[in-house]
Structure formats: structure tokens, C-alpha cells
């Protein structure tokens, strides 16, 4: 075997020396992040290696992103495109890659997809625009950032708003609509018990008309079957008088104004007045707060409260009412409330009347609901319909509590804070 | 003493009825004379206008409505003096004052016992004929 000469064997040494260097450079480039690819001749020929285990999952995550994200140079031209992006357009990838990112942009937003790309240059920015696909235009939300100085290029992520802006017109016009039927509600039962009012007017004044003329030619059985049409026609006009107003309570001035519970409550002592001597009731309160409040509907509420406790008192038992208010947190509620409120005034109005079964206490509220029948208690079964009406216009809530022969409480829970609506 | 010359306007004849028997019970000797809307007011009016002392007068009408009716009225040198008392079934609060605010002397609600409406008219015609 012939000995290779000494210089060859140098020669020989240097070269792997330095083959080791560029390897291990390469290495730590690979492990620092900054190949994504290099290139070997082999055989005369370059081959590229791409470093598949370095970021196959990101290229997976990006092709399979259910939002658009592209690739794009300074000069505007797209060099990468996932899949979303160019779906949502309606093209195929070799359609979109080599092309300008304008082309895609709704003429509407060049201007302000000019001013988040210049502002994206500089770092990053964000904004909506409209894109333009074929014969449509979808909005999108943009968020560029850039890529700057590893990539002279600007990375988009693309997410299609048309869904949301779909639901949030769908749900403005719902809302419309809403308010719209509302009013038309509110207006056809002014109108209808406006107009109701009429016929009956003219039945009550007709009849009071033969009563004064013929009143000594009626046999007692037709006065007496005279005195029932007057009857009937007087409580149905109580009924369209309170349903008048329990109309009038959606359609009046809602405007919140602190005023003292105290006044409230003297304001409906005066009110009542005859009903309280007639039946020596005594309304009796704790210290009451100031309350933010609808000052004419809330004095309906305590006025139909109060009168009812009064209505219902238990025979040979002078009506005594007690009214308190405490502080109360949103948890203690049982019920539904439309306020957010953390806090509630809980004005309770406890009586000593004949109070109802317990499994009427949610029943009492609903319009028409009675539970007693004419002969016993008069009245129509709207005013406490009112007064929920009146406390959801308050953002609060009315609820009612009793045994049988054990009086009643009626609570009143109204947010600490009111915003005027 | 000569005897008083009420003008109704008043589409509803069910309402004409009751006035009218209502002013009878009053005094006897009144002249009512009816008519179904503002237009047919007008004319009445600027035909007999000399004998006509008090105007009772619907809101809701046909053709020409209260409002405009009074509004002509007060516009019209020999009528503005007749004092109008409007005769409605209306209760609401702002119909008074802009009908008051316009010129009307009273805003009376179509009572729906006769009685009532009897003594709500006495008490009106005392007043007007007072101040004549």
C-alpha cells in the first residue's frame, strides 16, 4: 500500500476542519429558528431541504385556520395564501398567489386599507374593511402585522364579519320591529278602550234618561232588572278606566326623579283618605328612604297597594299597614328583574287582612287574575297587573307573600341606581 | 227677555238626542239648533249669526273637525264674540288647554249620566248669560 503524501493529508484534514464549521453553524441557525429551508449539491444538482419538523405544525394550523391569513410584500403582492383566504374569495390558490392584494379589496376601503398597510409597516394595525369577491363584497376585520426584518413581507389574518353583520341587522330589525309593535299595542289599547268608552256612554246616559222619566212606571222586578243593567254598565266602565290606564302606564313619560318615600306615602294617604277613615285603617312606616323613581307611576303602585289592603281586611279588625324598607343584594330576589343592579331598596308593605293562599302569590299579578268573586270584593283584577307593570318599568320587581288569614306582604324591590330611560 | 239661541255641532245623533232633551229640562223656551259638522257650523253661523249666543261644539267630526271650526270661528270678526264651549268625550288634558288657549270658553266631557250633563249645562248657561 503506497503512503499518501504528507501536504495531501493536511489538505485533506483542513477541509473536513472546516465541512465540522459549517455544519455546526448550520446546526445552530436550524436551532435558533432561522432556516426555514437550505440547499445541498449533490450529484451536480442543488436539492432543497425544508425543515418539515420545525414548523410543520404552524403550516398545518395556518392551512387549517378557520380565518384567512396571507402573505404579502411591501409592494402589495401576495406570497402566501391559506386555504381559508382564498375560498372565501372564490379562487384557487394559483389564482391569488403572484397577485395584488388590491385587487381584492373592495374599491370603498383602498383608501383606509391604504392607511392600515402603512400604518402595518411601521409594526402593526387593525381595522375593517370590505373585500371584493367576484359579484360580492364581504366585510372582514384585518390585523396586520409585520414581519420586518426577518421577511420583508406583512402578515394579514382575515376574519369574515358577514355572519355577525348578518345577525347584528337581523337583530336591529327585530329590535325595530319590536318597538313598532309595541307602540301599535300600546296605541290600539288606548284607542280600543277609548273608543269602548263610547257605546257605554251613551247606554249609561240613556238609561239614566228613562230612570228620571219612567222611574214610577217600572213593576219592582224591572227595577230591579233595571238597576242590574246600570250596574253592569257602571263596573264596566271601572274596567276600561283601569284598563286605560294600565295601558297609559307603557306609553307615559318615564323619568326617574328622586323623591322622598316618605311624601309618597302622605301623597297616598290623601288619595285614600275616605277609604282609610271609613275602615280606621292605620298606615304605619320606619324610616323610608329617597328613592330615584317615576314620581306618578310609583305613587299608583303604593296607592293600589295600599288600597288593596284595606279592600281585604278581615272583619272586625281595623286595617293596620306597615311599611319598611331595607337595603337589600340582587341574590336575595326571588324572580325575574331587567335591572343589573347589585343593590335594591326592598320596600316591604305588610297588612293584617284576610291575605290569600300562598299558591296565588305569582297568580295575583297577572291581568284579569281574581280571586274572590264580585259579590264579595268588587274590582276589576288590573291594579295589580299596574303596579308589575309599573315596577318593570323601574327596573325592579313586585312580589307578594301570605297565608290564609294571616295578611299579606307585598315587596318591592327597586334597583339603589336608576338610569333614566 | 228674549229667549236663548244655542247652536249644537255634533255628528252623533245619539249625542244630539240627549243635549237636546237636556236643554229642554233646563228651560223650555231655549232654541237649539243642530248641526253634523264645522262646515255646516260655519254657514249656520254666517246666516243667522245675530241670533246665536252660545256655541256648543264637538271635537270629532267629519269634513270640518272642532279644532278648525273654532279656529274659523275666532278668525271671524261678527262670530268671535259667541262664546264656544266645546262638548267632547275627550279627557284629555292637553285637548283642554289648546281648545281654552284658542279661544273656547269651556271644555265640558260628555257626561255619561243626565243628570250630571243637566247640571253641567245649567251651571254653563248661568255664567254665560250673566256676562251678557
Given amino acids: ?421 | 227677555m228674549k229667549a236663548l239661541n244655542i247652536l249644537l255641532v255634533d255628528d252623533d245623533s245619539d249625542d244630539q238626542m240627549i243635549f237636546i232633551d237636556a236643554i229642554k229640562e233646563i228651560d223650555h223656551s231655549i232654541q237649539c239648533h243642530v248641526v253634523g259638522n264645522g262646515l255646516e257650523a260655519l254657514l249656520s253661523l254666517r246666516t243667522k249669526s245675530p241670533s246665536t249666543d252660545i256655541i256648543f261644539l264637538d271635537l270629532n267630526m267629519p269634513k270640518m273637525n272642532g279644532y278648525e271650526c273654532l279656529e274659523e270661528i275666532k278668525k271671524e270678526k261678527h262670530l268671535k264674540e259667541i262664546p264656544v264651549v266645546i262638548y267632547t268625550t275627550s279627557k284629555l288634558e292637553a285637548e283642554k288647554e289648546r281648545t281654552l288657549q284658542m279661544g273656547a270658553k269651556h271644555f265640558l266631557i260628555k257626561p255619561s249620566d243626565f243628570s250630571l250633563l243637566i247640571k253641567e249645562l245649567s251651571r254653563i248657561l248661568n255664567l254665560e248669560l250673566k256676562q251678557d
Fill in chain 1, 1 to 421: 500500500m503506497k503512503t499518501l503524501p504528507e501536504a495531501n493529508t493536511l489538505k485533506r484534514i483542513e477541509d473536513l476542519e472546516n465541512r465540522l464549521a459549517e455544519a455546526e453553524q448550520l446546526i445552530d441557525a436550524i436551532k435558533a429558528g432561522e432556516v426555514d429551508a437550505f440547499a445541498i449539491r449533490s450529484e451536480n444538482k442543488m436539492e432543497v431541504f425544508t425543515l418539515h419538523s420545525g414548523d410543520y405544525a404552524y403550516r398545518v394550523l395556518i392551512e387549517n385556520f378557520s380565518e384567512g391569513a396571507i402573505n404579502v410584500t411591501e409592494e402589495g403582492l401576495i406570497v402566501y395564501s391559506n386555504k381559508y383566504f382564498h375560498e372565501l374569495l372564490g379562487l384557487s390558490y394559483e389564482n391569488v398567489i403572484g397577485t395584488s392584494v388590491y385587487e381584492f379589496i373592495h374599491p370603498e376601503s383602498i383608501a383606509s386599507f391604504q392607511s392600515l398597510f402603512t400604518a402595518a409597516l411601521a409594526g402593526k394595525s387593525k381595522g375593517e374593511i370590505k373585500l371584493n369577491a367576484a359579484s360580492k363584497s364581504i366585510p372582514v376585520y384585518i390585523s396586520l402585522t409585520s414581519l420586518y426584518p426577518k421577511l420583508p413581507t406583512i402578515g394579514i389574518i382575515i376574519t369574515d364579519l358577514t355572519e355577525k353583520k348578518n345577525q347584528a341587522k337581523l337583530l336591529e330589525e327585530k329590535n325595530k320591529e319590536l318597538v313598532r309593535s309595541n307602540v301599535e299595542l300600546a296605541s290600539f289599547s288606548y284607542s280600543a278602550s277609548h273608543d269602548l268608552q263610547e257605546p257605554l256612554r251613551k247606554i249609561q246616559a240613556f238609561t239614566s234618561r228613562i230612570l228620571q222619566l219612567e222611574k214610577e212606571n217600572f213593576s219592582a222586578s224591572g227595577l230591579d232588572y233595571f238597576s242590574r243593567i246600570t250596574n253592569s254598565a257602571a263596573r264596566m266602565q271601572s274596567l276600561i278606566e283601569a284598563l286605560l290606564s294600565y295601558s297609559r302606564t307603557n306609553t307615559s313619560e318615564k323619568r326617574f326623579i328622586p323623591t322622598k318615600l316618605t311624601d309618597v306615602i302622605e301623597e297616598t294617604k290623601v288619595d285614600l283618605q275616605e277609604q282609610i277613615e271609613q275602615n280606621n285603617a292605620v298606615i304605619e312606616s320606619t324610616a323610608l328612604p329617597v328613592l330615584n323613581i317615576i314620581p306618578l307611576q310609583f305613587q299608583q303602585l303604593i296607592t293600589n297597594v295600599i288600597s288593596n289592603a284595606i279592600k281585604y281586611r278581615k272583619e272586625n279588625v281595623n286595617p293596620v299597614i306597615k311599611i319598611s324598607a331595607v337595603k337589600v343584594s340582587a341574590s336575595e330576589i326571588r324572580g325575574d328583574v331587567d335591572s343589573k343592579a347589585d343593590m335594591y331598596w326592598k320596600i316591604s308593605i305588610a297588612d293584617n287582612g284576610i291575605g290569600f293562599e300562598p299558591r296565588y302569590a305569582g297568580k295575583i299579578f297577572d291581568l284579569f287574575q281574581r280571586l274572590h268573586g264580585q259579590n264579595e270584593y268588587s274590582g276589576t283584577g288590573i291594579g295589580l297587573a299596574i303596579c308589575k307593570k309599573i315596577m318593570q318599568n323601574h327596573g325592579g320587581i313586585i312580589t307578594a307573600e301570605s297565608e290564609s288569614e294571616k295578611g299579606a306582604t307585598f315587596q318591592i324591590y327597586l334597583p339603589t341606581i336608576n338610569q333614566t330611560k
